[in-house]
């Protein structure tokens, strides 16, 4: 507020001593006759520099009197504007005066020099801001592109719930994520990406890409003003990564990426994968990989090795789980029969998410019904597959329970006989998977990415091969018939996953990535074991 308060003064200081510089010579015989002669002279070979010179001093004076970062290149816009018709004006008045005329070379120079003025006043504003505090715990900015729930979210939901008091998040969009940070205390700042550059998605071409460039960087200079407060920015997501990882080195911050996705065909246009690639390589100090699978498709297109470490999604797991009357109750409000055997799917409604293999392979299953659990969360696309979803629902006769998104899953996994995930690309971890295995449910997975890792066949669970009905059915109708291999590898499922997966063990990791950041010491045991692995050639 000072530096606002004394910029303004400077700017009416110097608006004044320029408009008598500026008609000064109608005064005289002579450009600045207050000087000697020979500087004089000198001054006015200088004319160029000067100009530029003087332009940049207001520019940077103007910025720091009135510019911020909200709208910044609206602001640039319209300062750049204003200073070029003041030089201008000047210029004018000028060449009104006998034997002179108007100099386009002074023009130029003032408009280069506003520029380059403002540019600096943006400099000073960054510079001007500090850490929040020196204490023990490192200040971290997490940063997130939605404000849905989906799987990142819900991660990054609990990591920041944990570190509430040395935490912000930023999130690229409103929604109920925003409200389920504020209610664990989590401080939450929306700064919305513009419209040409929420609309890019995951397949975005290049022309989409251009376009959405101006909002980038308009988003990307205000995380750079908010990273300056804290010790370490964290990337949760791939347009996260894209905006937050130049604005982390712009603010000289280190930055974290947690890579929830598989870089790879089928989830990411070519373009989209260099892009995130030379992102996390060339600003992220370490890429926290949700699986194997996701760390190696990093890897494989390009991504360093020894920036990754594999740390799975962490589970809270429930003391207390439903009670048969609330599971009763539950089936009736969705018009279950109460002894119908049931298979729960779980997850966004997305195609690569294969509800309608689910849908297809139950034809061959005719007494099971099956809830869908979640809805179409990010694209146009999303919300057309939901709806073909409906219209393929009609053929199973009343078997297929739309429940929509619901925030509180528990209820529903427990009032399954089966989880099925379905995913016909490679997911990338999987945490419906977890779910049902720690509701010690028998679960059917896709045999590809982290759902592979997280269930061993026969074991903790069945795998089946992406998008093959014939095999979902197989295994549908195996579970159904031997209640017994189904009640034992639900058993053996449990229990695998409270070992992996507690949330508090996976918390622990995390911070322990984020001290490791934070202080910039050498890479742990675990990112150099990685760090020893080469990168292939990026497919194809
Ligand atoms: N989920 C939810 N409400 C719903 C449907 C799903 O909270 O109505 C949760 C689900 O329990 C899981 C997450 O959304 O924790 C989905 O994560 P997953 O990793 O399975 O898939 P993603 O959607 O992140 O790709
Ligand atoms: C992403 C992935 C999902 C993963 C989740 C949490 O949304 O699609 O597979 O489980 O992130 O890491």
Redesign the pocket.
Known sequence: MNMKRNARIALLLLLAAGLWLALKPTLGDRRFTFLPFRWSEFIDIMDFWLNFGSFAILGTTVWLAFGSFEKAFRHLLLMTGFITLLNITLELLQSAIPGRAMDMADVWAGLFGCVFGIAGGMVLQLLNIHRKSAGTEPQVLFLDQTGR????E?MLLDIAAARAADSEVILFQDGEFRTALENVGVKTTILKLGEEASTVDKQAGLKRVLRSIPGILQLMLQTVQAARSFDVVYANTAKALVIGGPAARLAGRPLIFHL?DIIADGHFSVLNQQALVLCANYCAQSVIANSEATKDAFIACGGRAELCVVIP?GFRIPIERSSPEETKSLRTSLGIPSDAWTVLM???LAHW?GQHILLEALKAVPTAHAVL???A?FTDEDRKYAQQLHTQAEELAGRIHF?????T?MPYFDMADVVV?ASVYP???????V?GMLAAKPVIASRAGGAAEIISHEHTGLLVNPGNVKELTDALLRLQNDSEFAASIAREAQQTAQDIYALSAVQEKIESVIHQIASQQEPQESLTIISSQKSPPCPA
């Open positions: 729930l989906g799987g990142a819900l929830h999604n779980a997850g966004r998410k659990l979640g809805d969360l429940a929509g998104f619901q925030s899953t995930h997911e990338p971890f999987g945490r419906v998977i779910e």
